[in-house]
């Protein structure tokens, strides 16, 4: 199954049930519920990470202000989502979560977060990966 690339600021409730594909960069996170708060600019989302911890590898993107790589299914949440505790000045949905399959920490030397959300959201070709449906000969 394919994963559809948004930058953040394209992420909305409209998204719901979506697999994603996002980069953004750790402002918080939240060890009694797993919930870790990534944010790009004035944009934030709640993202689960309970799958994505491995209690035998420490886990990079959990460092505020790393680079965070996100897979996983968008999901609007019947209650309201405990915020992480930060100090930037962001809007996010406490309902919206991505619940990650997967989470990978980026260096900084191998993305640029502002051209990398520039380019996605100038060109929606480029948001869904989906394999070529097959041919018949």
């Known amino acids: 199954m394919s994963a559809t690339i948004l930058a953040l600021n394209q992420v909305t409730r409209q998204h719901s049930g979506d ?9 918080a996170y939240d060890s009694a519920n ?16 309970s799958l994505c911890l491995n209690p035998k ?18 999901e609007l949440s019947e209650v309201a989502l405990p ?9 996010v949905d406490d309902q919206l979560v991505l619940r990650a399959v997967l989470a990978r920490h980026l260096e900084d030397t191998e993305i640029d977060l502002a051209t990398w959300s520039d380019a996605i959201s ?16």
């Open 19 to 27: 697999k994603i594909r996002i980069v953004a960069r750790t402002l």
């Open 57 to 74: 590898r420490q886990a990079l993107f959990l460092r505020p202000k790393s680079i965070v790589m996100l897979i996983g299914r968008l």
């Open 122 to 137: 100038r060109d929606s070709s480029v948001a869904s990966f989906a394999p070529a449906p097959a041919t018949e000969t």
């Open 34 to 49: 797993h919930i870790l708060l990534v944010a790009h600019d004035a944009h934030a989302l709640l993202v689960d990470v």
């Open 83 to 91: 915020v992480p505790a930060h100090s930037a000045t962001v809007t």
